[in-house]
Nanobody, 116 residues
Framework: VQLQESGPGLVKPSQTLSLTCTVS??????????WTWVRQAPGKGLEWVSA????????YYAEPMKGRFTISRDNAKNMVFLQMNSLKPEDTAVYYC????????WGKGTLVTVSS
């Protein structure tokens, strides 16, 4: 499976931004994939952000993201999305789309910069 992230690179604090993960090579509804967003801020380690199951029945968020971020999917387009509201400068990071099914599959990442 191949993953490609996309989205606007620069936003101002308090604004909203949506990221898209375009999946190819397999269906996002294939059992038992977990579709995940992970980020890495400059000079820091990887931070798990959010996940959604292959059947779309459950979503998961890291505590700092609850209430601000929303993960969703479009089965017809084979895409996974991450909507981020009320963005803060500390949300600046490279955001990766990751899939797990017996092993991890990673996209190349997309840089999100939150700055005025």
């Amino acid at each position: 499976v191949q993953l490609q992230e996309s989205g606007p690179g620069l936003v101002k604090p308090s604004q909203t931004l949506s990221l898209t993960c375009t999946v190819s090579g397999d269906s996002i509804t294939t059992s038992y994939y977990y579709w995940t967003w992970v980020r890495q801020a400059p000079g820091k380690g990887l931070e798990w952000v959010s996940a959604i199951k292959w059947n779309g029945g459950s979503t998961y968020y890291a505590e700092p993201m609850k209430g601000r971020f929303t993960i969703s999917r479009d089965n017809a387009k084979n895409m996974v999305f991450l909507q981020m509201n009320s963005l803060k400068p500390e949300d600046t990071a490279v955001y990766y789309c990751k899939a797990w099914l017996r092993r991890d599959y990673w996209g190349k990442g997309t840089l999100v910069t939150v700055s005025s």
